[in-house]
T-cell receptor
Framework: DTAVSQTPKYLVTQMGNDKSIKCEQN?????MYWYKQDSKKFLKIMFS???????INETVPNRFSPKSPDKAHLNLHINSLELGDSAVYFC??????????FGPGTRLTVL | TQLLEQSPQFLSIQEGENLTVYCNSS?????LQWYRQEPGEGPVLLVT?????EVKKLKRLTFQFGDARKDSSLHITAAQPGDTGLYLC????????????FGKGTLLTVNP
């Protein structure tokens, strides 16, 4: 019944490690997004895919690599994690430019 | 780069009071959305305003889009503890209508 789901909900890892966050939507949407929300609650777009094609790629370190195997999934892989990567990462989806539906977030803590 | 300035950043009021949150920019947006985010959850869309001067009402919440489509306000009448949350405005446009530029949010606490 969940619309946009993310796994894991919490991720605690050491600096230098590589980790992935997965996102799935069952809304039939064609566009998916990754956002980063910092400790001050500022929400910033990172990437967006429309029909599996990258359409938004903000200034994000190339340690971050999104992958969209199909329209319902958008995963985020992060290499060589740094302290500053600690944040809540939100996945979202939309049908075209309509309302964006957000997932519950993944809280990443880098120690 | 489009920026959205949201004010106030924090607001703590008593149940029954009225409040207004502002969202301002020097840029024009094709539409502006308001979201509410509760702790541990993702933002949920409240409303989208598209036309300059548009006013939309959602029960005790009134949303207005400025005539020039550069600013917006959210007014809550007779606030209730259930209104507590982080309110975010987001503008669409800036080269891509898929891209939302978010304000920094207003953390509202309504005390019983």
């Amino acid at each position: 019944d969940t619309a946009v789901s993310q796994t894991p909900k919490y991720l605690v890892t050491q600096m230098g490690n590589d980790k992935s966050i997965k996102c799935e939507q069952n809304l039939g949407h064609d566009t998916m997004y990754w956002y980063k929300q910092d400790s001050k609650k500022f929400l910033k777009i990172m990437f967006s895919y429309n029909n599996k094609e990258l359409i938004i790629n903000e200034t994000v370190p190339n340690r971050f690599s999104p992958k969209s195997p199909d329209k319902a999934h958008l995963n985020l892989h992060i290499n060589s994690l740094e302290l500053g990567d600690s944040a809540v990462y939100f996945c979202a989806s939309s049908l075209g430019v309509d309302e964006q539906f957000f997932g519950p977030g993944t809280r990443l803590t880098v120690l | 780069t489009q920026l959205l300035e949201q004010s106030p950043q924090f607001l703590s009021i008593q149940e029954g009071e009225n409040l207004t949150v502002y969202c301002n920019s020097s840029s024009v947006f094709s539409s502006l959305q308001w979201y509410r985010q509760e702790p541990g959850e993702g933002p949920v869309l409240l409303v989208t305003v598209v036309t300059g001067g548009e006013v939309k009402k959602l029960k005790r919440l009134t949303f207005q889009f400025g005539d020039a489509r550069k600013d917006s306000s959210l007014h809550i009448t007779a606030a209730q503890p259930g209104d507590t949350g982080l309110y975010l405005c987001a503008g669409a446009g800036g080269g891509s209508n898929y891209k939302l530029t978010f304000g920094k949010g207003t953390l509202l606490t309504v005390n019983p």
